[in-house]
Nanobody, 128 residues
């Protein structure tokens, strides 16, 4: 039974940092891509970042490059999202998700429609 559990959200001031964690069970990272998505109020869910399982390449949405960093600890089956220099526009519910694939070709693969599994979200609120 595949499960994804996201945690680490909270309230932070603009310019601050948070680290989100996504603990996965029911599969390994060898043949499964993991990603982070977010959904702001009134907006569609969009990809933040994904890791390609076979080559470890990381892909990011343009607005997050240089501020966010995705990483994984395969021994713990956990993926992290380090978020720095947070802005009020980063306020959203953040979700981790996964889909079966050996590799990701680019950020376009880090898409809601590609995901097979979703975890419950964690709220991130950035105050100005």
């Amino acid at each position: 039974d595949v499960q994804l559990q996201a945690s680490g959200g909270g309230l932070v001031q603009a310019g601050g940092s948070l680290r989100l964690s996504c603990e996965a069970s029911g599969f390994t990272f060898d043949d499964t891509a993991i990603g982070w998505f977010r959904q702001a109020p009134g907006k569609e869910r969009v990809g933040v970042s994904c890791i390609s399982p076979s080559d470890g390449i990381r892909y990011y949405a343009d607005s997050m490059k240089g501020r966010f960093s995705i990483s994984s600890d395969n021994a713990k089956n956990t993926v992290y999202l380090q978020m720095n220099s947070l802005k009020p526009d980063d306020t959203a519910v953040y979700y981790c998700a996964a889909f079966k694939t050996m590799f990701i070709r680019g950020y376009s693969d880090c898409a809601v429609r590609r995901m097979d599994y979703w975890g419950k979200g964690t709220q991130v609120t950035v105050s100005s």
